[in-house]
């Protein structure tokens, strides 16, 4: 029976639900991750196209061009490409393509389940996500078009509206709303991932049996939420600085075209130090998808284990710890103290440690293989290539005093580029020429994907290897012209090169939409394993059905790479693949406990976002010379006996639902609502005595935090209370009764735990 | 049931052609920077030439990584090409892990010890005594540079007072005495081999001073004063270039640095204190 694929037994999705909760609005995993899938290929279209735009403006900057309204591109208008395209492709290509994309439609697959843990929490991600996307794009349309101030919008640039340049007015605006939206959807994505990984795996899959796409799926959530959540607390601030008056980043004394600004006391470094926090993270957030789908290939078309599969595996979630620890590696020459650029000098080079571990042993996994070039391979190969290549332009930027040179001139946009944009693609093509049969049942042509390659992988290094010598003569990047300073003129026929040779790369990306649109249509039908694989997406049929395993569950029995195990007949061994054949059972429930494990991940994304929040207050206030203290009004001391009180009677309520008293657990559960209706009531009180006290949002930044806090706490703590009153008034099916009360008493609890520390910090600084 | 054969999956071509393109890789690059064909600009300072020693260690060290890996990569992906002959099953080996762990470790400490001196010469040394006192102010798109003049003191600065028409630009207090001999020019002028102490402010958005001759790059920051210092020990006329995106004219913004010889510095001062 050795990887018989299973039977669907259900009929394709589409047939019983109608096209529109079939494909449109639709729950199944597997659709999720094709929506994810063609808006990061829209989303990537439109990124080459900027960049095309850009590289021909640099080499021939009075050309007329057709896209650009008057003809010759300005200035700004060459800033709004850079700043749409390093948007786009982090955040809706890079961020997405691997991760949302490949990881939505295969994790669940690959460890045998039969859809995420939160399906319906799964597809509010996606359309998020496609709300953010539009967004983004709207900002090219406003007036003052796209914003200027690049894809890390470093305040003041970013922070001022339209005085400091086109495309801060509306245009900023668009894009901080964008990247909140998008922050949130990744939380709700990422918190999606981790509970399936951890609930909803199949008997036998253990932690170590998993593929090593799964792990790194799953470290790259983590990364997801802990890194999201900072960054969203960041748009928020700058978005009150722009349009609600507040001085987060903004410091006093600001002029701009001659007029003074009236801001006070913020600190712009503090704005790096959040984006960074989440910004570095987001590397590894794009990188690690395709070092576990590199793995996983390289072992499948080498005949091999993967070697050293436990480092593997422990070299991810090395080098995603260490991703949080690195943030000011970006900030060497910000003006942060120099002893901390020392640290974080010593923090970014030791990630050089996981990263040699996973590039010997893609090495020592080849060594010894049987290699068959399938175009996967090729990309996979080309994967580490790029990514020993990158990585080691690293290091130099590593060491604050080599950074000081290189810092902010082309040879850092070629080492970001080659080892985060194209690795992460090649990692992304290596996906989808692998998956592609699975997905659509059709295989995309062999000779076609092949020529892809050749021309990609020499394009790019003939794009970005002469960037980095750029570098080093001092190219400065972000520069519309080459007119500045006298010694850039020199450069330009690097310039020229790398021009012409990015316009044949992006034209053999043709060759792959073609490949891939044909392939959809009229390539070779596919088996359920073409590649004689042994993951658990090879066990279903091609496609799967809706169910993934057409309602024949499979349990593991071994680990995910037995490739030509000795004294095997075959020379792969399928994960199910067991004593007794492949084993399966009939149906698989959803576990309770992923509610439970799936609010203690939102509480953790909750946490993040104020602890963000929390170290901007001990920044501004500890930086700043024009804090002053504010008097916490007193019925807030009142609100927080009603708080803790709500708590008392939320476990008074829970113990009377295990004792079945069922009256005693609606009327203890109700009490708890109305409590939490008066604690806001108390807030409410206490802003409006702030507000007539003089306090305003915009004044003081002790008053901007303290209506930043107790919003911010408000507005979640109005969620606990809607889930309260749901949980009271709506039976919910697949949610049983008990765990829906384990899961907001757990919400409850840790609010009211929340508010408390906010409480006392806010007295603290009174 | 299987569709991969030896026949799309294992021929000898595309190992070949990966080979060759991962030569040609190597070859190029190490021709490149053996032949220096684009070097950085010869350094001006001690500060720079340790630098440039710590810059040439890490090129060492990556390009022979760099070199290993990608022809350790050609190698494997030729060797190991399917000829129909069974995969070589091994797990992993944990004595090949330890030891390329411990070998990827130490090399980078050494490297971070040894590029600890480039940057704590930079940074962390406090101005001479006698150092040359500059003022860097920056704003969309201009650097404005000020000496305190005779007295030794920077004037006190009013952001109110700012007006660039009226010959302004940094706000200058006419009331404060100190003020009255600073002098403020568009230009950085420094006598040769004399430490000189700058101190970055900006006007209004983040902005940069990068001199590449100096390997000197730093913010200047809004609502901060940050010191640099530097000696430069040879006259001529360097480019000061904006790397901080701070606007449209961001690609614009940029200034002079002048290395002088004592006397054309003290005719400088001279001839700005006099149109001031």
């Known amino acids: 029976m050795v990887g018989q694929p299973v039977r669907a037994t259900h009929a394709p999705a589409g047939s019983s639900k109608g096209f529109i909760r079939s494909y449109i609005f639709s729950t199944d995993h597997k659709v999720v991750g094709l929506q994810y899938f063609s808006l990061a290929l829209a989303a990537v279209t439109f990124g080459i196209i900027l960049s095309l735009l850009m590289r021909f403006h640099l080499v021939w900057p009075n050309a007329h061009l057709p896209f650009v309204g008057g003809g010759i591109m300005t200035p700004e208008q060459y800033l709004a490409l850079v700043t749409m395209h390093g948007t786009i492709m982090v955040f809706f290509v890079l961020s997405t393509a691997p991760q949302s994309a490949f990881g939505n439609y295969f994790l669940p697959i690959q460890i045998g389940a039969p859809d995420m843990a939160f399906p319906t929490l799964n597809m509010l991600s996606f359309w998020l996500t496609l709300a953010a996307f539009l967004c983004m794009i709207a900002a090219f349309v406003v007036p003052g078009g796209a914003p200027i101030s690049g894809w890390t919008a470093y305040p003041p640039l970013s922070g001022l509206g339209e005085v400091t340049g086109p495309g801060e007015g509306l245009g900023q605006t668009l894009w901080i709303v964008s990247i909140s939206i998008f922050c949130f959807a990744s939380l709700l994505g990422a918190l999606n991932f981790i509970a399936t990984t951890i609930d909803m795996r199949a008997p036998g899959m253990t932690l170590m049996r998993m593929p090593l796409t799964v792990w790194a799926w799953f470290v790259t959530s983590i990364l997801s939420l802990l890194a999201f959540s900072v960054l969203l607390a960041g748009g928020i601030l700058l978005l009150l600085d722009r349009s609600a008056g507040t001085s987060f980043f903004l410091p006093a004394g600001l002029v701009v075209n001659g007029d003074l600004q009236g801001h006070n006391g913020g600190s712009p470094l503090l704005w790096q130090h959040l984006f960074w926090f989440f910004g570095h993270p987001e590397v590894y957030i794009a990188i690690l998808p395709g070092m576990g789908v590199v793995s996983h290939i390289l072992a499948n078309f080498s005949r091999k284990p993967v070697f050293g599969y436990r480092a593997m595996a422990l070299a991810l979630c090395a080098i995603g710890f260490l991703g949080f620890l690195v943030w000011g590696h970006h900030m060497f020459v910000s003006g942060m103290n120099p002893y901390s650029g020392l640290a974080f000098s010593v923090l970014t080079m030791s990630i050089g440690v996981p990263s040699a571990i996973k590039t010997f042993n893609w090495l020592g996994t080849l060594w010894g293989g049987k290699i068959q070039f399938h175009s996967p391979m090729l990309f996979a190969i080309g994967f580490v290539s790029f990514f020993v290549t990158g990585g080691l332009s690293g290091i130099f930027l590593a060491q604050p005093a080599v950074d000081t040179m290189l810092h902010a001139t082309y040879y850092v946009v070629a080492h970001f580029h080659i080892v985060m944009g194209v690795a992460a693609v090649f990692g992304i093509f290596a996906a989808t020429y692998y998956w592609f049969p699975k997905m659509f049942g059709r295989r995309m042509d062999e000779r076609l994907g092949k020529l892809h390659f050749w021309l990609t992988f020499a394009g790019v290094y003939c794009v970005f290897m002469p960037m980095h010598f750029l570098g080093i003569e001092g190219g400065i990047r972000r520069y519309a012209d080459s007119t500045g300073a006298g010694y850039l003129a020199a450069l330009q026929p690097l310039h020229g090169f790398m021009t012409i040779t990015a316009f044949i790369t992006a034209a053999a990306q043709l060759i792959f939409f073609y490949n891939f649109f044909h392939s959809l249509k009229r390539g070779e039908r596919a088996t359920a394993n073409p590649w004689n694989a042994t993951t658990l997406e090879w066990i279903t049929s091609s496609p799967p059905p809706p169910d993934n395993f057409g309602g024949h569950f499979p349990s593991v029995h071994r680990g995910p790479y037995e490739y030509s195990v000795p004294g095997e007949k075959e020379d792969f061994l399928p994960q199910n693949l067991g004593p007794e054949g492949g084993g399966a059972t009939i149906s698989r429930e959803i576990p309770q406990r992923v509610y439970v494990t799936g609010m203690a991940l939102l509480l953790g994304g909750v946490l993040m976002f104020f602890m963000a929040l929390v170290s901007a207050y001990f920044v501004r206030k500890g930086f700043s010379s024009d804090w002053q203290p504010l008097a916490v009004p007193r019925v807030l001391w009142l609100g927080t006996l009603i708080l803790l009180a709500s708590s008392v009677t939320l476990a008074r309520s829970r113990h009377c639902l295990l004792a079945r008293q069922e009256e005693e657990f609606r009327h203890w559960w109700g009490a708890t609502a109305i409590l939490g209706v008066f604690f806001l009531a108390a807030e409410a009180i206490a802003w409006r005595q702030l507000a007539a006290g003089g306090v305003s949002l915009d004044g003081n930044p002790s008053g901007s935090f303290f209506y930043v806090f107790t919003a911010a706490h408000a507005l979640h703590l109005l969620g606990g209370i809607v889930a309260l009153l749901v949980v009271a008034l709506r039976p919910t099916t697949r949610l049983t009764r008990r765990t829906a009360t384990e899961v907001v008493s757990l919400y409850w609890h840790c609010m009211n735990a929340l508010w408390v520390f906010l409480f006392m910090l806010l007295l603290a600084g009174a | ?276």
């Not at chain 2, 190490?30 to 950085?40: C, E, G, H, I, K």
């Not at chain 2, 010869?42 to 020693?53: H, K």
């Not at chain 2, 009226?166 to 006419?174: F, K, R, S, V």
């Not at chain 2, 790397?243 to 010889?261: A, I, W, Y």
């Open chain 2, 1 to 276: 049931m299987t569709q991969t054969g030896k026949s799309d999956g294992g021929s000898a071509g595309p190992a070949v052609l990966l080979t060759v393109l991962l030569v040609i890789l190597v070859a190029a690059t190490v021709y490149v920077f053996a032949a220096r064909l684009y070097p950085a600009p010869s350094p001006i300072s001690s500060a720079a030439v340790l630098i440039d020693r710590q810059y040439n260690r890490t090129l060492y060290v990556a390009g022979a990584v760099f070199v290993l890996a990608q022809l350790g990569l050609a190698f494997a992906i030729f060797r190991f090409r399917d000829r129909g002959r069974p995969a070589r099953f091994t797990r992993g080996s944990v004595a090949a892990e330890i030891t390329w762990t411990s070998l990827t470790f130490l090399t980078f400490l050494c490297l971070g010890i040894l590029g600890r001196k480039a940057w704590a010469e930079v940074r962390y040394a406090p101005p001479a005594p006698d150092a040359i006192q500059v003022e860097v102010t920056t704003t969309q798109f201009v650097y404005t540079f000020r000496y305190p003049g005779a007295d030794g003191k920077f004037g006190r600065l009013d952001p109110s007072l700012i007006n660039a028409p009226a010959g302004n630009p940094l706000g200058l207090d006419l009331n404060d005495r100190t003020g009255n001999d600073d002098i403020v020019a568009p230009d950085l002028t420094v006598p040769v081999s004399r430490p000189v102490a700058l101190l970055l402010r900006s006007q209004d958005v983040v902005h940069n001073f990068f001199v590449r001759e100096l390997r000197l790059q730093q913010d200047s920051v809004p609502g901060m004063m940050i010191p640099v210092n530097f000696t430069a020990n040879r006259t001529g006329r360097y480019e000061i270039v904006c790397t901080q995106l701070c606007g449209l004219g961001h690609s614009k913004m940029h200034s002079f640095l002048n290395v002088v010889s004592e006397v054309e510095y003290e005719a400088f001062l001279k001839k700005w204190s006099a149109s001031q």
